[in-house]
């Protein structure tokens, strides 16, 4: 089946500095990949979705300058938190979908616990 | 425009009993539909989904939901709880222009011995 990873899983930084995630489809080739905050107990927010070789579009309210995302294969996305703060301490969680229907359903990626001191 | 309402944040049912978590949407064009679950520090698993056909819908780990579109609901039931299906269950809407997913709030399943 279709597989996604994020790396790292768990990350720790101090405040200001810059933490970049990974998103990789394994098996499969993701033309669109998305990117979802999720704080505690709380459902999933779309921060942005990306598409290979195109500028991420940026749901209304998350910074692009501060979150970097960069679809630069067909396997691979990242996103970048520039000069994290407390604040940006989360769970995020990538998604990737294959190219054809929109129904095709999005395999989600294991999720990054970023914690800001 | 598309949205999810999930009925109950938290859901509690004894092992062996029925599980039903309720899952309204709404949307301008014809709805995909889906049921992921998440564990604790994990990401989401798909559990089915509807996109078009069969409006009775089977998924992993015996859970089924169905499309009912004059009542623009999608509910996921299960017919005996187990006590590995205490998790954090997600209903999702898409189907829109730009292919992201919809998120309900989710709904907390404990299941008690």
């Known amino acids: 089946g279709a597989v996604v990873s994020q790396h790292p899983s768990w990350v720790i930084c101090k405040s200001g500095t810059s933490v970049k995630i990974e998103c990789r489809s394994l098996?499969?080739?993701?033309?669109?990949m998305f990117w979802y905050r999720q704080f505690p107990k709380q459902s999933l927010m779309l921060m942005a979705t990306s598409n290979e070789g195109s500028k991420a579009t940026y749901e209304q309210g998350v910074e692009k300058d501060k979150f970097l995302i960069n679809h630069a294969s067909l396997t691979l996305s990242t996103l970048t938190v520039t000069s994290a703060h407390p604040e940006d301490s989360s769970f995020y969680i990538c998604?990737?979908?294959?190219?054809?229907?929109?129904?095709?359903?999005?395999?989600f990626g294991p999720g990054t616990r970023l914690t800001v001191t | 425009a598309q949205s999810v309402t999930q009925l109950g944040s938290h859901v509690s049912v004894s092992e062996g009993a029925l599980v039903l978590l309720r899952c309204n949407y709404s949307s301008s064009v014809p709805p995909y539909l889906f049921w992921y679950v998440q564990y604790p520090n994990q990401g989401l698993q798909l559990l089915l989904k509807y996109t078009t056909g069969a409006t009775l819908v089977k998924g992993i780990n015996g859970f089924e939901a169905e499309f009912k579109k004059s009542e623009t609901s999608f509910h996921l039931t299960k017919p005996s709880a187990h006590m590995s299906d205490a998790a954090e269950y997600f209903c999702a809407v898409g189907g829109g222009s730009q292919g992201n997913l919809i998120f309900g709030k989710g709904t907390k399943l404990s299941v008690k011995p």
């Open positions: 998604s990737a979908r294959e190219a054809g229907l929109a129904g095709r359903e999005q395999y």
């Open positions: 098996d499969f080739q993701a033309t669109t």
